[in-house]
């Protein structure tokens, strides 16, 4: 059986600091990290969204719509990525209200290898952030 994949992003890391997925999108070609589950699968990527940003009162009513538009191209499965794995607080509740709206959903935590203690990740992360908001606002 074919599944079809989603990855769901970080807003902050795909939209101010430019990741392009592409840690995510090699594991899933190499079926590692997250995607070692599909080892012996055959896969495809039906697409990738990203969550609401950082702070959300409204995440839900963001993200449920745009996991329709990957359900409707028959996803099964969807990854949470990496990042928001780690660094989002809402993570687990949007993972949550995602089986909620979609039972038949396989919803995975995670998607590339760490290439760094989590620890480390989130100092890097917020490091970039505070270089960008300082160069983007003076």
């Not at 599909?38 to 963001?62: A, R």
Request: proline letters at 5%.
């Amino acid at each position: 059986m074919k599944r079809k994949l989603g990855i769901l992003t970080c807003s902050n890391m795909t939209q101010v600091l430019d990741c392009p997925v592409g840690g995510c999108l090699n594991d899933l070609r190499n079926r590692q990290g997250a995607f070692a589950l599909y080892e012996n699968s055959s896969v495809d990527l039906v697409g990738t969204i990203s969550c609401n940003g950082c702070p959300t009162s409204t995440g839900y009513d963001v993200i449920l719509p745009r996991v329709a538009g990957l359900v409707h191209y028959g996803m099964t499965h969807l990854h949470l990525s990496y990042c928001m794995v780690v660094l989002c607080p809402f993570a687990n509740k949007y993972a949550k209200a995602i089986k909620a709206g979609y039972p038949g959903l396989e919803v995975v935590m995670g998607t590339h290898e760490p290439h760094q203690s989590d620890d480390e990740f989130r100092k890097q992360i917020r490091n970039q952030l505070a270089e960008r908001h300082t160069a983007i606002i003076p």
